[in-house]
């Protein structure tokens, strides 16, 4: 199957700093990525959608403003924490889709796992 | 709204016993189920979805329309089927993504 990175694979930070996360698509030309947050012993909660080119679609009670995703090209995207705080700590998962055919497997990433100090 | 619901959080079976990890949705159109498997360290991975009607490492699922399940079962379970298992959803229609439940984790005991 497909392959999906994401890079750091974990990364610690102080408090009020911004954190950026990598998510690439290794062999194929993802047209949405979605991006996840999963605390532990928790499910995977959608943070919010995005779509090559165009701006990301967030989630309810996600803060836009907090976490920016760029979706610049069809391999990769970024979702920077700013202004990290330690509830911001959790399991960062990204995921890609290629096409928008509804039966297209969507495909994850590693995880990053982000702790604040 | 979508939703997934995975009432067990643990589930311990002992090695060769069946195993039925059960999953229900909630969702007014048409959907698509699947089960993702995430092995300790591992990242999550498809494991089987309705529409393929397949049979992967020995598990099935089949939708339940009128129950509005999609329950994971396999005859025999494996040390190494030892997991977090995730059920999830997704409309049939649009670009959307996985809605996912709480999962389950199965342990295998030998």
């Known amino acids: 199957g497909a392959v999906v990175s994401q890079h750091p694979s974990w990364v610690i930070c102080k408090s009020g700093t911004s954190v950026k996360i990598e998510c690439r698509s290794l062999d194929f030309q993802a047209t949405t990525m979605f991006w996840y947050r999963q605390f532990p012993k928790q499910s995977l909660m959608l943070m919010a959608t995005s779509n090559e080119g165009s701006k990301a679609t967030y989630e309810q009670g996600v803060e836009k403003d907090k976490f920016l995703i760029n979706h610049a090209s069809l391999t990769l995207s970024t979702l920077t924490v700013t202004s990290a705080h330690p509830e911001d700590s959790s399991f960062y998962i990204c995921s890609a889709r290629v096409g928008l055919a509804v039966n297209n497997e969507q495909f994850f990433g590693p995880g990053t796992r982000l702790t604040v100090l | ?110």
């Open chain 2, 1 to 110: 709204a979508q939703r997934v619901t995975q009432p067990e959080k643990l589930l311990s079976v002992f090695k060769g016993a069946p195993v039925e990890l059960k999953c229900n949705y909630s969702y007014s159109g048409s959907p698509e189920l699947f089960w993702y498997v995430q092995y300790s360290r591992q990242r999550l991975q498809l494991l089987l979805r309705h529409i393929s009607r397949e049979s992967i490492k020995g598990f099935t699922a089949d939708l339940n329309k009128g129950e509005t399940s999609f329950h994971l079962k396999k005859p025999f379970a494996q040390e190494e089927d030892s997991a977090m298992y995730y059920c999830a959803l997704r409309p049939l229609s649009g670009n959307t993504p996985l809605v996912f439940g709480k999962g389950t984790r199965l342990s295998v005991i030998a």
